[in-house]
């Protein structure tokens, strides 16, 4: 049982997040993926479509997922950011101590326990090995999805929220994610692997509706930082109706914008909503440099994106049109 401790001004700073992170997501995916498969109804159709679809490229991540207890922490690391190569420039520059206190408590495979060991302390090629792992990774489980994803938790939010302006935030604690969270005024009761009591001591709590967290709750801190909010993270797929209607408009959506642009360029045009150089889109689309810029220069001529220079690299972003293109068809 997790036991978090409120005071009057934690209250007042509790809010409710946009979303977990894409990076968070995508840890998520992978133990759901790897821990779940016939318990996890809900996800069940997701599971069948990703199966068996990651390759060597994945390992770097696959290799470093816990035996037992937590993963690591990719908020911490890597932040709440919906695009994932912002939060790969975050994991970049994340200090030393951020890393080893992450990593250092994870009980990995002994196998992998040397190269753990050198992302722990610091070294910037593993750390380049490790996110172009969890790259590689959400290009498959998470980024055909995403869409889908952020309208369900924007629903699941706006509930929250409502919850909220009705009866106040006792009222969202007391309904939110029942049984597995309990309001006792003043305390929350979470579901939890082990015991543990957390006093917010007036920093608040932030509430994360996430998509690929299963069955129970997740509460997510930064040691090295006494003035940040813990996270807890919400579980918003319970049942198997939610869970199909959530992969089944997926796959049509895609299916639909694929016979309207071409497979490539639809795709690029849902790798661009995250903001993309034209090396990053080449990865996520596995084509050369030259096929990634001549599908940019399609949707920009298109209006459905569009190019700026940071650096010494452009970045390719989504337009209104286009975002609602992949609205339309998702």
Not at 88 to 108: G, K, Q, W
Not at 109 to 137: I, M, N, T, Y
Not at 145 to 150: D, E, K, L, P
Not at 162 to 174: N, S
Request: proline fraction near 5%; include cysteine; charge should be neutral.
């Amino acid at each position: 049982m997790l036991r978090i401790h409120f005071t009057a001004e934690d209250l007042a700073r509790t809010r409710v997040a946009a979303t977990i992170g894409a990076a968070a997501e995508t840890m998520y995916s992978l133990r759901l993926l790897r821990d779940c498969a016939a318990k996890a109804l809900p996800f069940r159709p997701w599971q069948q479509a990703v199966r068996g679809r990651l390759g060597a490229r994945t390992r770097p991540v696959t290799s470093l997922l816990a035996v037992d207890g937590p993963d690591i922490d990719l908020t911490v690391l890597m932040g709440d950011t919906p695009s994932l190569e912002e939060g790969i420039d975050n994991l970049l520059r994340a200090s030393p101590a951020s890393l080893r206190t992450e990593l250092e408590h994870i009980d990995f495979h002994p196998s992998q326990v040397s190269w753990a060991r050198d992302l722990a302390a610091g070294d910037l090629e593993a750390r380049k090995e490790f996110a172009a792992g969890l790259a590689a990774c959400n290009e498959v489980l998470v980024a055909p999805y995403w869409n889908g994803a952020r309208s369900h938790v924007e629903g699941v939010r706006a509930t929250f929220a409502r919850t909220l302006l009705d009866g106040g935030i006792e009222r969202l604690l007391e309904g939110m994610c029942v049984p597995l969270v309990r309001w006792r005024s003043p305390v929350l009761e979470v579901q939890y692997y082990r015991h543990v009591d957390v006093h917010l001591g007036g920093r608040g709590l932030v509430i994360a509706p996430t998509v690929f967290l299963w069955k129970d709750p997740a509460l997510l801190w930064d040691t090295q930082d006494d003035t940040a909010a813990p996270t807890l993270a919400i579980p918003t797929i319970g049942d198997a109706e939610t869970g199909t209607a959530l992969w089944g408009a997926a796959q049509a959506a895609e299916q639909s914008l694929g016979a309207l642009l071409g497979r490539t360029r639809a795709a690029a045009l849902q790798v661009a909503t995250e903001g993309c150089s034209t090396s990053e889109l080449a990865r996520r689309l596995n084509v050369s440099l030259a096929a990634a810029s001549e599908h940019a220069t399609v949707l920009r001529n298109a209006h459905l994106i569009t190019t700026s220079r940071r650096g010494r690299s452009v970045v390719h972003t989504v337009t209104p049109l286009g975002a609602e293109l992949l609205g339309n068809h998702g």
